[in-house]
């Protein structure tokens, strides 16, 4: 989704100096969900006590609060002083104190761009191959954790200089556990059998899909992920890659073949509740709704982790509401399990003993568990205890990060903001509306053309 920046003042977020282990929620040792001996370790071989971290994310309000829980067993093994802030137009101020020649010691930043766009320039420190072979070793889908924290310094060189940790999860189709058993549906594995699912239930002459595009000035974007999914499940990761920095065109047949594949779905009238002229219109945030009318609207929603709080009131997640991973094709087997998400990404703007403390401790399975048993945090560390989760449908999503062959960043959040945030969502407005996938990849393309 696009993002609103708003001028801001940063706000400041500093947590006891020293704090002890009683002041931590999970007392060391005493939760055997955890991975203590992760923590001692850690603690034996970093005594760094009088120094002092300062952290700028964009972690705010209740994430910010998470965010320092973990941090505080961080602080409690190293006896660092940890200072973390946060900016509402915190893009603007990380790019504003590098240049100044004032920056944190640590930058967490959710935009893979903006980060390359510092290392071009000189501002991030190379995290090192041992960081980058950790990844690689204990990443699931490692090598492509890599590549998402791995951009050109100021010479074109090559280096790690993010850490990517916390990630979200867009992959995802939900449905009523009610509705299926009720109507005798069953869990599709592979794309094949999603579709014929799909035609299935246009046969019994129900709606398979609820599809909504709209977003007020963001209209559009819900199906910029679904294209963005679909290319990962019938064309390469390296097509992909390709594709999201224009090394092939808009037009090319395998990215109109991936928006004709999102057509399949949303452009058919037996398909999509309300036919297919009420998708460009239906508000993402009411669109899933139909799931959970008595008789159902519609029987499935694709859209991202953040989507059942536009449930409904009485609607539990896990009961009421249940997803499943958005399948591959059986027919392409050497494209496996690719995962299509975001997340936030930890670089070193300050080269600082604290700074490379705060890299180590981001390898330990400690570092994971004490936010996976909290809210609003995915990982997809091998190592780290999947019964860590604080409940079974994050668990769950945690379990199809880890079982991922492939993961690829959100691709519109990795275009230029012209295109991103602008051509391809109206793009795919117009293609809803009837343009052929040709016309519209033609006309993307032109609008990036033009910014080059």
Not at 53 to 78: C, H, N, V
């Amino acid at each position: 989704m696009k993002k609103l920046f708003l001028a801001g003042v940063a706000t400041f977020a500093l947590f006891a100096v020293g704090a002890s282990a009683a002041e931590l929620e999970f007392k060391p040792g005493a939760d055997k969900r955890f991975n203590w001996a992760s923590f001692d370790e850690f603690k034996a071989s970093h005594d760094l006590k009088g120094q002092t971290l300062t952290i700028f994310g964009p972690w705010r309000g209740d994430d910010e609060k998470l965010a320092l829980a973990m941090l505080s067993y961080f602080q409690e093994a190293t006896g660092i002083t940890v200072k973390y802030s946060s900016s509402e137009n915190y893009e603007q101020q990380i790019v504003i104190d590098t240049q100044a020649g004032s920056p944190p010691d640590i930058a967490i930043l959710p935009q893979p761009g903006l980060l390359a766009d510092l290392a071009s320039k000189g501002f991030l420190v190379d995290l090192g191959a041992k960081s980058a072979d950790w990844m690689k070793e204990n990443y699931a889908a490692g090598d492509s954790w890599v590549k998402l924290g791995t951009y050109k310094d100021k010479d074109g060189s090559e280096k790690f200089f993010a850490f990517p940790y916390k990630a979200d999860l867009k992959s995802l189709v939900w449905y009523s556990p009610d509705n299926f058993a009720d109507a005798g549906y069953e869990v599709p594995k592979t794309m094949e059998e999603l579709k014929a699912l799909t035609e299935k239930m246009a046969a019994d002459g129900t709606k398979p899909w609820c599809i909504g595009l709209g977003s007020g000035g963001a209209t559009g974007w819900p199906a910029t992920d679904w294209v963005e999914d679909m290319m990962l499940r019938t064309q390469s990761p390296e097509t992909y890659d390709k594709w999201v920095t224009n090394a092939i065109p808009f037009n090319d047949p395998a990215v109109v073949g991936a928006i004709d594949e999102f057509g399949w779905f949303a452009k058919n009238d037996k398909f999509v509740d309300g036919g297919a002229q009420a998708v460009a219109s239906t508000d993402f945030r009411d669109s899933p709704k139909g799931m959970f009318t008595s008789p159902p609207k519609c029987y499935m929603h694709r859209q991202a982790s953040f989507i059942p709080s536009f449930f409904g009131d009485g609607v539990k997640l896990g009961v009421d509401a249940d997803f499943f991973y958005l399948p591959p094709y059986a027919s392409k087997p050497e494209l496996g399990n690719p995962v299509l998400g975001a997340g936030t990404l930890v670089a070193i703007t300050k080269d600082t003993p604290a700074a490379r403390a705060f890299i180590d401790w981001l390898e330990t399975p400690i570092a994971h568990e004490v936010w996976m048993a909290k809210t609003g945090f995915l990982t997809p560390y091998k190592k780290a205890n999947p019964d860590a989760y604080s409940d079974a449908p994050t668990k769950k999503m945690g379990e199809i990060l880890t079982n991922a062959t492939t993961f690829r960043f959100d691709g519109s959040d990795l275009m230029p903001g012209k295109i991103g945030a602008g051509a391809f969502w109206t793009g795919m407005v117009d293609y809803v509306g009837g343009k052929s996938a040709e016309d519209v990849g033609t006309g993307i393309q032109k609008a990036w053309d033009a910014i080059k």
